[in-house]
């Protein structure tokens, strides 16, 4: 399904596929030979989402573009099942398996691969070639790689990128009612979309 969201229309290129179930949101760019399968949503909150030559984007990934942080994904990527792919920058070549999280700000460098349940923080970079195992968390720039049970060390670093103020424009310890009731009025911009093609 195509919608258009705040005036922006989705482009897909004519040899690329979206499946009928798959959501197409604002200013989104599918490239040529690319193929969006069943469930997956793609969604240009105030901020672009492009995907390049021959990616594949399975089934119930998300991908969103944020204000200040499109999210853009070279060409010949893999981005498996439920993947969340959030204002990021992901270069050619990565492969993100089922489940990864990848958030504002964040880049994955061209060949790295992101495994299983990974987590690629906000405002982290990894590098070119880098692979974070299953179920680890990568953070900083260059990202330091943590196993889920090294929290403790984890936590300086993930305090030092900023999350609450990159995803959400405020600062660190902002009450969930008034961050809620900010995203709340942030996406009642969807009320006024319009389907415009159901492929």
Request: proline share 9%.
């Amino acid at each position: 399904m195509l919608i258009e969201h705040r005036s922006h229309r989705p482009v897909v290129h004519p040899s690329a596929y979206v499946a009928p179930s798959a959501v197409l949101c604002g200013a989104v760019t599918v490239g040529e030979g690319a193929r969006v399968l069943h469930g997956a949503v793609l969604t240009a909150e105030d901020g672009e989402v492009r995907i390049g030559a021959n990616v594949v984007v399975m089934e119930h990934a998300v991908l969103r573009g944020r204000d200040g942080h499109p999210t853009v994904v070279g060409d010949s990527v893999l981005i498996g099942p439920h993947a969340h792919i959030n204002g990021a920058t992901i270069e050619d070549e990565v492969f993100l398996a089922t489940g990864v999280s990848v958030f504002p700000g964040a880049v994955a460098g061209a060949r790295s691969e992101l495994r299983i349940n990974s987590v690629l923080h906000a405002n982290s970079a990894l590098p070119p070639d880098a692979v974070l195992p299953i179920g680890w968390i990568a953070a900083g720039t260059p990202a330091q790689l943590f196993s889920p049970d090294r929290h403790e060390e984890l936590q300086p670093v993930q305090m030092d990128l900023d999350f609450p103020q990159t995803t959400y424009g405020v600062p660190r310890g902002t009450p969930m009612p008034t961050i809620m009731s900010r995203q709340s009025a942030y996406y009642g911009a969807h009320l006024t979309d319009r389907v415009i093609e159901k492929p």
